[in-house]
């Protein structure tokens, strides 16, 4: 059976992303329109959905990196791609970085070996509202941003519908982002091309409709978990405020003046805990 599909998929597509970014040329222009004043010579490793755990806790959660990259100085680079706002950016990149961290650090070895890093989400939307183009975090002194805590981390937020740069090559990862054409030719019009051309092959774009797929239905299942754990905040809250009442009637109240779905076991073992 013939399956017959015009859509356009393009960089945010997972599978066009990873493939793009496995080319050391592709993805040493990227990381340099994300931070024009650091000098990457050379790209030297890069991984492609890498998992990282911990080396001293196998029970923590692990973090899988859509590009891990390594630079000819040592220098460590995390590409994530964002297409939609789960409104977690804060704790995700903040779990990311620390997973990082303590996957390039050995048992016994001083902090000072810890590589520098750059994690980098690239996001199809604004995840603080302010328009920006590019958003840049280091940790500074609250009343003195002279005073800066050297951790050689950095993180930068690539907002797509931004703005507020002349930088061209940021401008041309922008149009990128968002499929608009590139007309000037360049790296970033040879990578618009090569999208093309994934597009123009059915087994390309096989993979490219599967990984869209496999994208929406991560996203449906998080936001299933994230209506979970609010109603379940919802039932905690009024159990909190109505201590005196029984199991049971606040089985009724809940279920009578509210829209929350768990099942009666889930509410009622909530309120029944100490």
């Not at 806790?57 to 590409?79: F, M, T």
């Not at 603080?128 to 958003?135: E, I, P, T």
């Not at 041309?172 to 051309?197: P, R, W, Y």
Request: hydrophobic share 35%.
């Amino acid at each position: 059976m013939s399956y017959h599909d015009d859509k356009f998929y393009g960089f945010t597509n997972d599978e066009i992303f990873g493939s793009i970014m496995q080319n050391k040329r592709f993805c040493k222009a990227i990381i340099q329109a994300v931070l024009p004043d650091v000098n990457v010579v050379s790209v030297e490793n890069i991984d492609a959905q890498k998992e990282l755990g911990t080396k001293s806790d196998k029970r923590s959660k692990p973090v899988r990196l859509d590009i891990a990259v390594k630079d000819q100085a040592g220098n460590l680079y995390d590409l994530e791609m964002q297409v939609n706002n789960n409104h977690d950016i804060g704790p995700r990149m903040r779990y990311y970085q620390s997973s990082m961290d303590r996957d390039t650090l050995d048992r016994g070895e001083p902090y000072t070996s810890l590589a520098r890093t750059y994690l980098i989400f690239l996001c199809a939307f604004d995840p603080f509202g302010k328009g920006k183009l590019r958003y840049s975090f280091h940790l500074y002194d609250d009343e003195d941003k002279n005073i800066q805590l050297k951790n050689n981390a950095e993180n930068i937020i690539i907002n797509s519908k931004g703005r507020g740069t002349n930088d061209v090559d940021l401008l041309n990862l922008q149009k990128l982002m968002n499929d608009d054409k590139i007309e000037v030719a360049g790296v970033f019009k040879e990578i618009q091309n090569k999208i093309q051309e994934y597009n123009d092959d059915p087994k390309r774009r096989n993979l490219m409709r599967t990984a869209e797929l496999r994208m929406k239905e991560e996203t449906a299942v998080a936001e299933k978990r994230g209506r979970e754990e609010e109603q379940k905040n919802t039932v905690k809250v009024f159990k909190a405020l109505q201590s005196n009442v029984t199991v049971s009637e606040g089985l009724a109240w809940i279920r009578a003046n509210t829209q929350v779905s768990l099942s009666d076991e889930e509410i009622k073992a909530i309120l029944k805990e100490k």
